[in-house]
């Protein structure tokens, strides 16, 4: 049987070009690793759908190889996991809610792209909810908390341990690309969704710039925050995959961001990828949001997060110890999930061309939703409009002065990134998530780069002494720095090497 546990892009492409295997071979060993592992096994519950068409499509990008001795695109031949969240051509789509079940007629834009590319869809991934929101768990099954639990597909299992949570609400790819489902999977953020599950399954995870990549075709959660991008197991692989991703997209006026931050440096987020742009790095550490010691689970991550940042003046890196002035206001106050979710969710579901009659209320009254999300009421019985929160002009205020202090800061200090844990605990227990423990607020940090509306990054530094469970780091850069966030991360997988494939 064909080996696939942590291949790459690069791996892949050399291996077709000297016929050590066939995409076909590959698609075939990782729909038999799928099979083996989701619904069998430790049943990890990560994928949704599989394409009956993945295996007729590596037979077209065989023939086109055969053919032409060329390459389709950048992704020739690569198996691409893809969240449910994402319209797929003749594949269902729900967007992680049972009342939202429909095949759509085509691509989203992100998934168009991919097939261009060469990639091959392998399958669905499960989609419950989204990164925490502000420190305050706020569950719908569109995508909106930091848990794996769907209306959908239930639970999704962290592959590092399956007693635990794997994180949402890229859950599904999270698990998938960890447990070496596929080559790269897609991934969507709003407070923390990529980010997340990137930390608790030992993975690259971007969110880039609001707008670099296209929503059109995605389900929204909050349209001023939502964006897709890469969830890989190596950086260069997040490189590759944005080169694709990333572009103006008429379908999405959004991404007039795209064209404002232009093509990457030497054409590739990829270029000038180097084990040595940590020796002239000035990276802020920002001591506030590391957890509190007397917190056991906190306390294990942050020796992990510290071990690897004591590490970077070894390279030459500037470490400077930072503050950010009124944090936990800017992230309280600036939330606009309560003012313009439910707005969002019902003009998208509006205007859906296949789905007609659903909206926010229908699927609150039809009580179709996950039971361990018990506060989706908030968002259900919450404002109808954005405009009717008499607040909602400060925030929007606020919210750009959050950013001008931060990048502010940056400046002053000369920083390429600010470094924190993407999340303050490592992966809790599935019992606690469903359970009470969190539905006061679960510690992530990933709602900073969220609120701010800037690129992050969570690349793994290492596991926990007592559980080994998988920890991240988040970097965090200035609007349209994707490549140098990228740039840096690299560096720490060079100089942290943490990234291992769990034992299933």
């Given at each position: 049987m064909l080996s696939i546990d942590e291949l790459t892009i690069s791996q892949v492409h050399?291996?077709?070009?000297?016929?050590?295997?066939?995409?076909?071979q590959l698609v075939e060993a990782y729909l038999a690793r799928i099979d083996a592992l989701d619904q069998a096994g430790p049943k990890l519950n990560a994928i949704t759908v599989i394409s009956p068409r993945a295996v007729d499509e590596a037979d077209a990008v065989d023939a086109h190889y055969h053919q032409h001795k060329s390459f389709i695109g950048p992704l020739h031949g690569v198996p691409v996991i893809v969240k449910d969240q994402c319209d797929t051509k003749g594949l269902e789509t729900t967007y992680g809610n049972i009342c939202c079940a429909h095949i759509p007629a085509e691509d989203a834009t992100l998934v168009r792209r991919l097939r261009e590319a060469g990639a091959v869809i392998l399958a669905k991934s499960t989609m419950p909810v989204n990164g925490s929101i502000n420190w305050t768990a706020i569950p719908i099954?569109?995508?909106?908390?930091?848990?794996?639990?769907?209306?959908?597909?239930?639970?999704?299992?962290?592959?590092?341990?399956?007693?635990?949570?794997?994180?949402?609400?890229?859950?599904?790819?999270?698990?998938?690309?960890?447990?070496?489902?596929?080559?790269?999977?897609?991934?969507?953020?709003?407070?923390?969704?990529?980010?997340?599950?990137?930390?608790?399954?030992?993975?690259?995870?971007?969110?880039?710039?609001?707008?670099?990549?296209?929503?059109?075709?995605?389900?929204?959660?909050?349209?001023?925050?939502?964006?897709?991008?890469?969830?890989?197991?190596?950086?260069?692989?997040?490189?590759?995959?944005?080169?694709?991703?990333?572009?103006?997209?008429?379908?999405?006026?959004?991404?007039?961001?795209a064209a404002i931050a232009g093509r990457p440096e030497g054409g590739s987020y990829a270029t000038n990828l180097s084990e040595n742009v940590l020796s002239n790095a000035r990276i802020g550490v920002l001591n506030s949001v590391f957890g509190p010691e007397s917190d056991a689970e906190c306390a294990s991550v942050?020796?992990?997060?510290?071990?690897?940042?004591?590490?970077?003046?070894?390279?030459?890196?500037?470490?400077?110890?930072?503050?950010?002035?009124?944090?936990?206001?800017?992230?309280?106050?600036?939330?606009?999930?309560?003012?313009?979710?439910?707005?969002?969710?019902?003009?998208?579901?509006?205007?859906?061309?296949?789905?007609?009659?659903?909206?926010?209320?229908?699927?609150?009254?039809s009580q179709k939703f996950h039971s361990s999300l018990p506060t989706f009421n908030r968002i259900a019985t919450?404002?109808?409009?954005?405009?009717?929160?008499?607040?909602?002009?400060?925030?929007?205020?606020?919210?750009?002065?959050?950013?001008?202090?931060v990048i502010g800061i940056m400046a002053e200090y000369k920083l390429d990134a600010i470094a924190y844990p993407s999340v303050q605990i490592p992966a809790p227990l599935m019992t606690d998530v469903l359970g009470s423990r969190f539905n006061n607020g679960f510690p992530t940090n990933t709602s900073i780069g969220s609120q701010l509306r800037q690129p992050a990054i969570s690349v793994p530094v290492g596991f926990t002494q007592k559980d080994g469970l998988p920890v991240g780091l988040e970097l965090l850069g200035i609007p349209f720095a994707e490549q140098k966030l990228l740039q840096l991360a690299y560096g720490v997988e060079a100089l942290i090497g943490a990234r291992k494939a769990p034992d299933l």
């Open positions: 050399t291996a077709y070009q000297s016929g050590t295997y066939t995409c076909r099954d569109f995508a909106a908390s930091f848990n794996s639990a769907s209306s959908v597909s239930g639970e999704t299992l962290n592959p590092y341990d399956v007693t635990r949570e794997t994180g949402g609400s890229s859950a599904g790819t999270g698990a998938a690309i960890a447990a070496n489902y596929g080559l790269i999977g897609v991934g969507e953020d709003t407070g923390g969704s990529i980010r997340v599950p990137s930390s608790f399954c030992n993975l690259v995870g971007l969110r880039p710039t609001v707008g670099l990549v296209s929503r059109a075709g995605l389900s929204p959660l909050l349209k001023t925050q939502d964006t897709p991008g890469p969830m890989t197991r190596t950086v260069r692989d997040a490189a590759l995959m944005l080169d694709v991703l990333a572009g103006y997209d008429p379908k999405d006026p959004y991404t007039a961001t942050n020796e992990v997060v510290r071990s690897a940042l004591a590490q970077f003046p070894t390279t030459g890196t500037t470490l400077i110890d930072i503050d950010i002035p009124q944090l936990d206001h800017y992230l309280n106050f600036t939330s606009m999930f309560m003012s313009r979710s439910r707005s969002d969710i019902d003009s998208f579901l509006a205007t859906h061309p296949i789905i007609h009659g659903v909206t926010v209320e229908s699927i609150y009254s919450g404002v109808t409009s954005p405009y009717d929160d008499p607040q909602y002009a400060q925030r929007l205020d606020q919210r750009e002065e959050f950013q001008r202090v």
